[in-house]
């Protein structure tokens, strides 16, 4: 498989402190690697030296194949790249945005109404976007980034505080991209997000990759698969957690509902955030 | 080279699209054009005099009429002499009386009189008393101009408020260019274009371009509606405008980049717009000034600017000012653009 992102042992600190520690990664060809940590665990960093603003002080990097220490502006010119911070020119057009980033990859001619019908942005077209909402904005940027048709998108939380409708419409446009064949590298510190559309993800902490894997083989190897059950007992709610892979599990239920009325019973998978605290010690958020 | 022209067409669009920058722009040209055009036009080098003589009129009623640069006005009695300054329709008025057989001059002047019109006044009734008394000063007196003799074209006042009124519109650039690099810088879109094929150089360059595009767009407007270009003046206002240019660039470059808000930038602009509008003050209040004006790079614009506008030197006179002010371009523009790469990267 063809590795379109390359990082090895690539490192950066802001005066003395160690923003991103020595990590190594790859993402291959049309995957999708979400790299999830909390605020300050060097996401944006990491981000920011793949796409060219920082040099990484250690290690290498490579996209599509080059050198982005050599060939930075032949790697630009195939990514597409979508920040957390909504970098718009406020006092033009969404379709005048486009325009002017179409002619910095020197299109002349782009489609930027159907970038904006993709993004359900068309009818706002020739309004300001100081006029737009956060959830507009992202989008709009979200179509900014497909400007030039990239091969490898990096998409720094992209549906960050954004109204479940924008969020959606944000998911759907990467889950395309995706199918079209791009290589998208994700940061999020949203687990829910990562779990929909990460191919593999990635735990990143106070600088260091804990682990990479598929969403699924982490709960598999990590996570604890239990059966919460809620009975009533002497007028109190009383709740139990049993665990799947316990052999004595069906025993347990049957000696229950003979003794007491049970209320409810669900399953519950470990989520990413379970994972990511026994890695860490830390929660996703905040 | 198209990469360069695409962020100049955007950031004069984006200049202009904000409303403050644009209204303080056009407002500073299009009032000072009506200031000039308002000022009076040509300078009144009559000075105009009033007498009165009690007796002996007739022998001196020649030699007064023919004095130079006075219109005379001869009154019949002393209070009509008094109405004439009262009424402003001369400048002073000379009474010569007798007092008990002793000649008395007296020498009337209004409120409104300015003290060097008094003072001269005074001077003339004094000569006027040597003459009459029959004791005229013996000394023999010469007037020599060094340079061209003005009489009869002299600068009117507003013609030196137009480099006033330059160097204003000019410094109204720290503002717009200054804010442009600002916001780029603390929205981040400057992170959005430098991901794409752009490059820093190129980036800085674009900046550079517009506002070397906007000030002497600006300053050919400014021109234009203040009468200064004439065939004569064109190409030597233009090399000077375009060194202005680069001065506010530089200055630009190094305020966008320290700015952390609008009103930092705002209060940085007006500190530096001060200082540079100190030397203007010398052309219209001349010899007023102290030695480290020329310290100042602004004063290396205005000086040559007025020179070649208002008395028709060339550049070639002008060699030590345009140097001094385009090393301290240069030296300034490093700076900014070393300060900026800085914030970019």
């Given at each position: 498989m063809e590795k379109v992102i390359l990082a090895e042992k690539i490192a950066y600190s802001y005066n003395k402190t160690l923003a991103v520690d020595h990590i190594s990664f790859h993402i291959d060809k049309g995957e999708i690697l979400g790299f999830l940590g909390p605020n300050g665990a060097g996401k944006t960093t990491t981000i920011k030296m793949l796409i060219g603003l920082l040099a990484p002080q250690d290690g290498k990097i490579s996209v599509l194949g080059m050198d982005t220490a050599k060939e930075l502006n032949k790697i630009q010119a195939q990514i597409g790249v979508c920040f957390e911070e909504k970098n718009l020119y406020e006092e033009m057009s969404a379709i005048e945005n486009l325009k002017f980033f179409a002619s910095l990859f020197g299109i002349k001619k782009i489609d930027a109404a159907a970038l904006l019908k993709k993004v359900n942005l068309l009818v706002e077209k020739r309004q300001k976007?100081?006029?737009?909402?956060?959830?507009?904005?992202?989008?709009?940027?979200?179509?900014r980034a497909l400007i030039n048709y990239p091969k490898v998108l990096f998409l720094d939380e992209p549906t960050d505080g954004l109204d479940p409708v924008s969020a959606r419409a944000v998911r759907d446009v990467i889950l395309e991209e995706k199918e079209k064949g791009a290589t998208i590298f994700l940061t999020t510190h949203d687990m829910m997000e990562a779990d929909k559309l990460s191919?593999?993800?990635?735990f990143i902490n106070e600088g260091k990759?804990?682990?990479i894997d598929t969403p699924e083989n982490l709960k598999h190897e990590y996570g604890k698969r239990i059966l919460k059950i809620r009975y009533r007992l002497d007028g109190r709610v009383e709740e139990e957690e049993l665990s799947l892979e316990d052999k004595d599990m069906s025993k347990r239920i049957d000696e229950i509902n003979s003794k007491h009325s049970i209320l409810d019973m669900h399953t519950e998978e470990a989520t990413l955030e379970d994972i990511f605290i026994k890695f860490t010690g830390r929660k996703l958020e905040g | 080279m198209n990469r360069i022209l695409s962020i100049v067409k955007k950031d004069v669009i984006q200049i202009f699209r904000n409303r403050f920058i644009a209204v303080i722009t056009f407002l500073a040209i299009f009032v000072y054009a009506i200031i000039f055009h308002v000022m009076p036009s040509k300078v009144e080098e009559m000075y105009s005099m009033g007498f009165y003589f009690e007796k002996g009129r007739e022998a001196v009623e020649e030699q007064i009429s023919e004095e130079e640069g006075v219109e005379v006005v001869w009154a019949d009695d002393e209070n009509e002499l008094k109405k004439l300054v009262e009424d402003e329709d001369v400048q002073v008025g000379l009474s010569f009386t007798l007092l008990e057989g002793k000649p008395k001059i007296v020498l009337y002047t209004s409120t409104q009189t300015p003290e060097e019109i008094r003072e001269a006044g005074d001077v003339i009734a004094r000569e006027a008393a040597y003459s009459l008394s029959g004791y005229p000063l013996n000394v023999e007196f010469d007037e020599v101009v060094?340079?061209?003799?003005l009489?009869?074209?002299q600068i009117p006042f507003r013609n030196k408020m137009r480099i006033l009124f330059v160097v204003m519109i000019l410094s109204v650039e720290f503002f717009a260019l200054g804010n442009l690099i600002?916001?780029?810088?603390?929205k981040k879109t400057a992170d959005a274009i430098l991901v794409t094929p752009v490059s820093i150089p190129e980036f800085m360059t674009a900046k550079v371009a517009t506002g070397i595009f906007l000030t002497l767009s600006e300053g050919i407007l400014a021109a234009f509606l203040l009468n200064i270009i004439s065939f004569d003046t064109v190409l030597p206002f233009v090399v000077l405008l375009f060194l202005g240019a680069l001065l506010v660039v530089a200055v630009s470059f190094v305020l966008g980049t320290i700015s952390r808000s609008f009103l930092g930038l705002t209060a940085y602009g007006t500190l530096f717009m001060i200082v540079f509008m100190i030397p203007t003050f010398t052309l219209i209040f001349p010899g007023g000034y102290s030695f480290w004006i020329k310290a100042v790079p602004s004063y290396h614009l205005i000086i040559p600017l007025d020179g070649i506008i208002n008395y028709g030197y060339v550049l070639s006179d002008y060699l030590p000012e345009m140097a001094y002010l385009g090393s301290f371009n240069i030296v300034v523009l490093l700076l900014g653009l070393y300060v900026l790469r800085r914030r970019l990267t």
């Open positions: 976007v100081a006029s737009f909402s956060k959830g507009m904005k992202q989008r709009l940027m979200m179509a191919d593999r993800v990635a990759i804990s682990v | 060094i340079g061209p003799d009489l009869g074209e600002s916001e780029e810088i603390r």
